[in-house]
């Protein structure tokens, strides 16, 4: 068992810390809500504390599961931050979904201070994070990866090293192109058959046994029918990592001709009132004329 930090307790990094308490590891939380972190001490065995240095002190694994580039350099390099207070040997690990210059300028931070650092961002929504079973995508040192696997094994169901550092943020953006062309091409078939009067519940049920099946289809398209987007991951957010995408991909000079246009259709959402709907919603801007 480990002593373990664990920054940010969102929608994804409060049951993922519980699964590390559940496993048996001295956990110390930190949240910048206090009354959140509070209420993970009454649902979790661990602690907290009131700034990220005092939570890291003692930890030879530090978490963070933070919002944007912006938030994971407040609490990781700023006063009172993490990076100020990691011991040498110790490891930090970014679940964060951010830029992949971040993940390697971050890396370059902890090296200073004998720090590992993996960027480690992870797939699987709110109900993975719930049932321990989020995909993990890392970048970084094999050595480091190598201690804090185990440790992520408890809230991971594919954990999975895949270059040098920034290469998990990359992955995640490539797991997030993936998940908004998709779900634009679900929208526009499912939005179809309901205009040529089809029975949309027995067409799911027919095409998913078949090449056009996806987690999407599995666990969204009747929702989609029905016109219920009040969970998952939020339009707000996909709009976030597609940002990063764009700029990643203006920097390679990918062609990201689909990512733009639901980009855009994600910007209609939001348009509509859906900031907080979940991604599926793309759906709504098809039929809203309905």
Sequence with gaps: MA????????????????HLAAAGHDVVVYNRTTSVALKWVEQFRGRYAPTPAEAVEDAEIVFSCVGNDNDVRQVLCGEQGALTAMQPNSILVDHTTASAELARELYSLAEERSVGFLDAPVSGGQAGAENGVLTIMVGGDEKHFQRAEPIMQAYARACRLLGSSGSGQLCKMVNQVCIAGLLQGLSEALNFGQRAGLDMDA?????????????QMDNRAKTMLRGEYDFGFAVDWMRKDLAIVLAEAEKCGADMTLTKMVDGYYSDVQDLGGKRWDTSSLMARLTRHQ
């Design 3 to 18: 002593s373990v930090a664990f920054i940010g307790l969102g929608v994804m990094g409060f049951p993922m810390a519980g």
């Design 203 to 215: 067409v799911v049920d027919v095409i998913s046994k078949g090449a056009a099946q996806s987690w």
